[in-house]
């Protein structure tokens, strides 16, 4: 009986505690305080390291993904977009934040069309940010 009810207990504490990794209902990727992976967009190149971590104020209403990629907060690297969802298979992206950097708003475009983004290399110095199809 002390078992189950010990079992019952781990249970409930994973249902209840299990989910607190999970973001809330209604998260907005591109807060400015929204926690990227480390792994996004990771380059040694410092330059490129500079340009994706300055934090700017950033304002985009009602855009498709690629007018957001050169837009003025991103314009400056070139991008090789690989892959591109049909305008309307997703709703048009919109943010306006008094500061964030151009990583985390990378990091919410991409999540808010669900592509994939890495840094193409040639000749060990980085060529373009690659947007691809997230597998």
């Not at 926690?35 to 340009?51: A, Q, R």
Request: charged share 20%; with cysteine; glycine share 8%.
């Amino acid at each position: 009986m002390k078992r189950a009810i010990g079992m019952v207990g781990t249970v409930l504490a994973f249902i209840v505690f299990g989910g607190c990794n999970l973001p809330p209902r209604g998260f907005d990727w591109a807060e400015q305080k929204a926690v990227i992976p480390n792994y996004f967009l990771l380059t040694g190149y410092e330059p490129l390291n500079e340009w994706l971590d300055t934090a700017l104020p950033i304002r985009m209403q009602m855009v498709t993904m690629e007018k957001a990629l050169h837009m003025k907060p991103l314009t400056g690297v070139h991008y090789r977009i690989e892959y591109s969802p049909h305008d309307d298979e997703i709703t048009p992206f919109s943010i306006d934040s008094p500061g964030m950097t151009r990583r985390q708003l990378l990091w919410g475009i991409a999540r808010h069309f669900r592509v994939g983004m890495h840094v193409e290399y040639i000749d060990n110095l980085p060529s373009a940010i690659v947007v691809s199809e997230r597998i």
